[in-house]
Each structure stands twice: as structure tokens, then as C-alpha cells.
């Protein structure tokens, strides 16, 4: 009988064994590989990055961002990392490690701040870390990303409930800062302006209602009416005006004129003045204040100038301006701009008016959003609009077409 060849003989259970172990020796080296590519470099990246910044603020773990001389520093760290997109990536998985295996979390989450939507995610993850500094520190780097941190949106809600002060404030002022997009939390801020047991963060809430908008307008008109934060409300309402200029601030500003507290009053007539000619049905009330003897003369001047604003800036008023909202340029139907007016004004935008029209053959209906005495001021409505998610707008000059108030 003739020897098979060794080479020919089937594999022993032992050399099964062996081939089994090279490739889980090979598996387990391309995973450290991999970890120490997407985990490992970046951290290191990140760790030497943030010894510049680290550097200039020896003394704090999670340095604040109202210190403007840090501001360079992190454009560079940002990018040393590639980027905001890269920058955001590489922060974010610093920022989840322990402590003990990244010391510069705070820094990390600081620098997060300047890296854009990308870090959204990263730093709402933070804002429910156990330390409480670095739930303030995420929630600076929040309100520093502004407007496109709208996703942030519902984290930002559950934070203003924190049982740290500093944190509800800093998480007020972002809110704030993301402005329009952030409409939800208008009952929580007031919740949190009417009953925080800080002043400062009562204040914050109040300031961060005024940045909202005029979709905040009722929630600032209840809190004229308490003592400690009626001159915050008022003078959000002042800032609003000066951005918005909506006619839906002028009965509370003229209500706001008869005010007990003084300083109210003058705030009343300094955003009644920014209003322009909208303001003009103000008129008697601040006649009145001009004429009332038992006001100290500062408010007077301040009723006085006003009037002179307002019809100086009615003698130069070019007209007024509308944004539509709809899906071309009318509906043929009273259903299909009805339903487009209720989510409008479910997104708290004020002024929603139904305009009808008699064409060939019925009516044609469109909506549109707020009147506004300049083009520039309705192009900057517009633009809130399509942040908020409406993007079929165009503007239009004021007509003779009937409108119909939407409540």
C-alpha cells in the first residue's frame, strides 16, 4: 500500500486550533487599531491642543467665556483640530471621558462653543454630567453657538430646573440666545422668571424672554407685574422693539405708561420711540405724560422726545411691507390658508392675517405675517420665518386686500 503524502493529510484538531487563535489575534489587533485611530489619536490630539489654552487659565478646570483674551486662543485650538466639523468630533469624545483620563474636560467643553451645530450634540450631553460646573460650562458654549443650536432646544427646558442657580441662569441666557427657535420654552422661562428662588436667574429668564421675540410679548406683559423683575421685562420689550418693531408690542407698551414704577414708564416711551410710526396711536397717552405735573421732568422729556421720533419717522416712512407665507401665491380655498394661519400662530408668531380676494370665478385667500415700516425690517422677519421652518415666504407691498385676524 502506498503512503499518502504528509501534505495530503487532512488538518489535525490542533492545527484547526492554531488557525482559530491567529485570527482572533488578528481581530483583536485591527479593533486596537481602529480604537486607536478614531479614540486614542484624537485624544492626544485634543489633550496637546488644549494645553495652549490651558495654559492661560491655570487657575480654573472650566474657564468662562465672558474672558474675551481667550477668544484667539480657541479659534487656534479649533484649528490645530482640523476644523469645526473635525474640532467638534474630536472634542466630543474628550468630553465624554472620565475625568481621571481627561483632565481639560472643561476646557474641551468650552471650546466646543466655537466649533458650530456640530457640537449640539456633545454638549447637551453634558449638561446632564454630575458636576455642576461643567453643566454651567456647557451650557455657556450653548448660547455661544446661538441660533443653530435649536436641538438643544428640549435639554435646555429640562436644565432650567437644575439645583444649581448659576446653571438655570447661564441655561436662560442660551435659550435667549437661540431667539425665535426657541418659542417652546416661553412658558418655562416664565415659570422660572416668576418663581426661581434667585433674582439672577428671575432676571436672566426675563432677558432671555425679550430675545425670543414678540411671540414672548404676553409672557413679558404678566411680569411688569411684579416688582423685583418689571424693569428687566420692560426693557426686554424695549430691546425687542428695536429688533422687531411689531405692532403687537404697542398695547402692552402703552399700558406699560401709566405704570407705577417710574423707570418702567421711561422704558415705555424709549421702545415706543423705536416702533416709529407704528407707534402713532401712543399719541394721546403720551401727551398726557407730557402735560402731567406730578412726573419728575426726566419722564417728561422722554414722553416729549418720543413724540417728536415717531412723527419725524412717519414723515420719512416709505410705506409698509408684508411677508407672505403659503405655497405659491394664493389658495383657492379658505381651508388650505386657514390651516397654514393655525400652525402659525402655534408657532407663537403674532400678527397672522388671512387676506381675501375677488378674482374670475370666487375668492383666492392668502397669509401673511406682521406689517413692517421698512423693507429691511420685513427681510429680517423672513429670516427668522425660515429658521423656523418656513421656507415658502416672499415679500410683498402692503394693499387693499381685507384681512381677517386670526385668534
Known amino acids: 500500500m502506498v503512503r499518502r503524502h504528509a501534505l495530503d493529510s487532512p488538518a489535525t484538531p490542533r492545527s484547526r486550533k492554531l488557525y482559530v487563535l491567529w ?14 485611530w478614531l479614540v486614542v489619536v484624537p485624544v492626544w490630539e485634543v489633550h496637546e491642543a488644549l494645553e495652549t489654552v490651558g495654559q492661560s487659565c491655570m487657575w480654573h478646570p472650566a474657564p468662562s467665556r465672558h474672558h474675551d483674551h481667550l477668544a484667539d486662543l480657541r479659534r487656534e485650538v479649533v484649528d490645530k483640530l482640523g476644523g469645526q466639523r473635525e474640532a467638534a468630533r ?12 481627561a483632565p481639560r474636560r472643561g476646557l474641551a467643553l468650552f471650546v466646543l462653543g466655537d466649533c458650530g451645530e456640530a457640537a449640539v450634540p456633545a454638549l447637551v450631553n453634558a449638561l446632564g454630567d454630575n458636576s455642576s460646573l461643567f453643566r454651567r460650562v456647557a451650557a455657556e458654549s450653548l448660547c455661544a453657538i446661538g441660533e443653530v443650536a435649536v436641538a438643544a432646544v428640549p435639554s435646555l427646558r429640562k436644565a432650567l430646573r ?26 418655562d422661562l416664565k415659570m422660572a422668571a416668576r418663581n426661581d428662588k434667585r433674582l439672577e436667574v428671575r432676571q436672566a429668564a426675563t432677558a432671555a424672554l425679550g430675545e425670543i421675540g414678540p411671540a414672548a ?44 414704577n417710574h423707570n418702567v414708564r421711561w422704558w415705555a416711551c424709549m ?65 388650505p390658508a386657514k390651516r397654514l394661519a393655525d400652525k402659525l ?20 385667500y392668502s397669509v401673511t405675517v406682521g406689517e413692517f415700516a421698512s423693507e429691511d425690517e420685513a427681510r429680517l422677519a423672513m429670516r427668522k420665518l425660515l429658521l423656523a421652518g418656513f421656507r415658502h415666504t416672499s415679500l410683498e407691498k402692503a394693499d387693499d386686500a381685507r384681512p381677517e385676524r386670526q385668534r
Open 23 to 36: 485570527a482572533i489575534a488578528l481581530t483583536l489587533l485591527l479593533a486596537l487599531g481602529l480604537f486607536s
Open 90 to 101: 474630536k472634542l466630543s469624545i474628550y468630553s465624554r471621558l472620565p475625568l481621571w483620563s
Open 162 to 187: 437644575d439645583e444649581r442657580w448659576e446653571v438655570r441662569a447661564q441655561v436662560a441666557f442660551a435659550l435667549g440666545n437661540i431667539g425665535l427657535a426657541a418659542g417652546a420654552a416661553i412658558p
Open 217 to 260: 410679548t404676553s409672557a413679558l406683559q404678566e411680569l411688569l407685574g411684579f416688582t423685583e423683575i418689571c424693569e428687566p421685562a420692560i426693557m426686554s420689550l424695549w430691546s425687542m422693539s428695536k429688533e422687531h418693531r411689531n405692532t403687537s408690542l404697542l398695547p402692552v407698551l402703552r399700558k406699560a405708561l401709566k405704570h407705577p
Open 271 to 335: 421702545a415706543l420711540a423705536e416702533l416709529g410710526p407704528i407707534a402713532r396711536s401712543s399719541a394721546l397717552e403720551l401727551e398726557r405724560l407730557v402735560q402731567d405735573r406730578d412726573v419728575s421732568d426726566e419722564l417728561r422729556q422722554a414722553a416729549r422726545e418720543t413724540l417728536k421720533k415717531i412723527k419725524a419717522a412717519q414723515e420719512k416712512s416709505p410705506g409698509k411691507a408684508k411677508i407672505r407665507i403659503g405655497v405659491g401665491d394664493s389658495f383657492d380655498g379658505h381651508g
Open 345 to 364: 400662530n402655534r408657532e407663537h408668531f403674532p400678527n397672522v392675517l388671512l387676506h381675501k380676494r375677488l378674482k374670475e370665478g370666487g375668492y383666492t
